[in-house]
C-alpha cells in the first residue's frame, strides 16, 4: 500500500487527528515526542499490507448519536476488503465490500443485490495526475512551516516506553490549552456552513444503493461560541516506529440555532495488525444478483 491508500485506511483514525487537531497539534509537543510522532507518520506510510480496526462514537450532552466500527484489509493497493457497521437511532446497517484492479463491490445487509462499481478511464486520469503531483520537496517544506507553528507547546506532546518494545505518544490538552487561533477557525467555518444557500440534494439512486435516508445523520449543530473543551490523543507505536494503536478523543462545546448548549464528543480507537500477512476477502458475484453502475452515479447533481 503506497503512502496515499494508508492515509486513506487511517484517515478516520490518525487522519482525522491530525487534521482535526492540525493547529492543535501544529503547536503540540515535546521535542522527543512530536519528532517521534513525525517518525511514525512517515514508517507507517511504507506499510504495504495491513488489517486496521476501528470503532468510534458521536456523543451529544452525554447522549450516544450513533456508533462506527470497521475492518479493512489490505492485501495491495489494488486489493482490498472490508466491513463497516453504522448504528444510530433510526439505522443499523452492516456494510461489506472488496475492491479489486479498479472494480469495487459492495452490499449492505438489507439488500441481497451486489453493487459493482468500475472505475472510469477519465477518473483512471484523475487519480493518476494526483499522484503524479506528490512531490517530496513540497513535503519538506510543509514540515518546516509546521515545525515553525509549533511554538511553546511542544512539551505536550510525550514519549513513554511502555515494555515489549513499545512506546506511548501522548497528546493532552484542556481548554486552557488549546490555542485561542483553533478556537476562530472553528467559528468561522461553523458561520460559513450556516451562510452557504448552495446544498447538494441526496440523489435518491444513492440514497437506495447505500439503503440509507441522510435525515439519520442530521446530528445538532453547532454554530456560534464553539469552544475546544479537550484533546486526547494516544498513540501506541512498535520497535520499527510504526503506529499500532490509537485512541482519540475529541470534545467541543458551542450553541445550536437555538441558542441551546451541547457539548459533543468524537471517540475513536485505532488498530494495525497482521502486518506483511493480511490476505483481502474478495467477493465471489457467482451466482449473485449485481447491479453494475457508475461512479458518475454516486456523485451529486
Do not use: W
Not at 437511532?89 to 443485490?113: E, G, Q
Not at 472505475?119 to 506528490?134: A, L, M
Not at 515545525?147 to 515494555?163: P, S
Not at 440514497?207 to 498513540?235: C, D, M, R
Request: hydrophobic letters at 35%; proline letters at 2%.
Amino acid at each position: 500500500m503506497n503512502k496515499n491508500l494508508f492515509r486513506t485506511c487511517i484517515g478516520l483514525a490518525v487522519g482525522v487527528s491530525l487534521l482535526i487537531t492540525s493547529t492543535v497539534m501544529g503547536m503540540t509537543s515535546g521535542p522527543t515526542g512530536y519528532e517521534a510522532l513525525k517518525i511514525a507518520v512517515k514508517n507507517s506510510d511504507s506499510v504495504k499490507n495491513a488489517t486496521f480496526t476501528m470503532s468510534g462514537a458521536l456523543i451529544d450532552n452525554n447522549e450516544e448519536l450513533m456508533k462506527l466500527s470497521s475492518e479493512i484489509k489490505v492485501e495491495q493497493e489494488q486489493l482490498v476488503s472490508g466491513s463497516v457497521l453504522i448504528d444510530t437511532n433510526d439505522l443499523d446497517r452492516n456494510y461489506i465490500f472488496s475492491v479489486n484492479d479498479k472494480t469495487m463491490v459492495f452490499k449492505h445487509d438489507a439488500s441481497d443485490v451486489y453493487n459493482k462499481i468500475i472505475c472510469t478511464q477519465e477518473e483512471n486520469e484523475t487519480e493518476k495526475e494526483h499522484y503524479e503531483f506528490e512531490n517530496p520537496q513540497m513535503d519538506a517544506i510543509c514540515e518546516s512551516i509546521l515545525d515553525a507553528l509549533v511554538g511553546d507547546l511542544k512539551n505536550q506532546v510525550t514519549l513513554k516506553n511502555i515494555g515489549d518494545d513499545r512506546k506511548q505518544i501522548s497528546i493532552n490538552l484542556d481548554k486552557n490549552e488549546i490555542p485561542t487561533l483553533f478556537n476562530l477557525i472553528l467559528n468561522l467555518n461553523a458561520a460559513q456552513n450556516e451562510e452557504c444557500n448552495v446544498e447538494c440534494e441526496t440523489n435518491n439512486k444513492v440514497a437506495e444503493i447505500f439503503g440509507i435516508n441522510p435525515k439519520v445523520f442530521e446530528f445538532p449543530k453547532l454554530i456560534s461560541s464553539i469552544q475546544t473543551e479537550k484533546v486526547n490523543i494516544e498513540i501506541i507505536i512498535d520497535k520499527d516506529s510504526i503506529i499500532k494503536e490509537m485512541d482519540l478523543e475529541f470534545e467541543v462545546s458551542g450553541n445550536d440555532a437555538q441558542n441551546n448548549v451541547h457539548n459533543q464528543k468524537l471517540q475513536i480507537g485505532f488498530e494495525v495488525s497482521e502486518i506483511n500477512s493480511t490476505n483481502a476477502d474478495i467477493i465471489d458475484l457467482a451466482g449473485k444478483e449485481v447491479k453494475e453502475l457508475s461512479t458518475k452515479e454516486l456523485g451529486c447533481n
